[in-house]
């Protein structure tokens, strides 16, 4: 069974600062690994994806991830923070073994401040 | 191209009724899959249909069905609804493990 554990329900970061959201997750079969971004009322929107390949996945919003087997872990960063940035940040394992499922972790608020 | 359109995005019910909400995918998107959202659960898989077939299911009552068209289009009923069903409904269509979402259906019960 796969679960997606995001460290930090709220992560609050100043305009400028790096931007850190932790993600771990557990798979019996190769998973693959996404970060979603969510604003107020409105669906989920892929910020990027790692399915094979390159370990560090570039996505868009200069958005990008590292994919660490050894670790487990899948953590979103961003250099320098903007106020646009501020939003709800899903991570989400998908496993495909007769047909996708997708689980999603808590998801991680995350505050910029100006 | 267009989007994953849902429909309605808002829908008011009392407690006993039933709604069906509507889930229409990306053009060429043979999957289709149902979440529910809320502040307690987080993001919940509901199920999942390819060809209309259902392939996947998640941990909910079988109040909760839905059924996949041959155009791909997908609808998710939800019948004697309790208060606790007051939620976001998403939907998502996926290509190549990779999914796309609409705006969601929000459904408030009375």
């Known amino acids: 069974a796969q679960s997606v554990t995001q460290l930090g329900s709220h992560v609050s970061v100043s305009e400028g600062a790096l931007v850190l959201l932790r993600c771990n997750y557990s798979s019996s079969v190769p998973p693959y690994l996404f970060w979603y971004v969510q604003y107020p009322n409105q669906g989920l929107q892929l910020l990027l994806k790692?399915?094979?390949?390159?370990?560090l996945v570039k996505g868009i919003n200069g958005f990008e991830a590292e994919f660490k087997k050894s670790e487990t872990s899948f953590h979103l960063t961003k250099p320098s923070a903007h106020m646009s940035d501020a939003a709800e940040y899903f991570c989400a394992v998908t496993t495909n073994t007769g047909g996708f499922k997708t689980i999603f972790g808590a998801g991680t608020r995350l505050f910029v401040k100006a | 191209k267009a989007g994953v359109t849902q429909t309605p995005r808002y829908l008011i019910k009392t407690r006993g009724q039933q709604v069906t909400l509507s889930c229409s995918p990306i053009s060429g998107h043979r999957s289709v899959s149902w979440y529910q959202q809320t502040p307690g659960q987080g993001l919940q898989f509901l199920f999942e249909y390819f060809s209309e077939t259902q392939r996947n299911k998640g941990n909910f009552p079988g109040r909760f069905s839905g059924r996949q068209f041959s155009n791909s289009r997908s609808e998710m009923n939800v019948s004697t609804l309790e208060l606790g069903d007051s939620a976001l409904y998403l939907c998502?269509?996926?290509?190549?493990?990779?999914?796309?979402f609409g705006a969601g259906t929000r459904l408030s019960v009375l």
């Open positions: 790692y399915t094979t390949g390159a370990t």
């Open positions: 998502a269509s996926s290509l190549l493990n990779i999914q796309y």
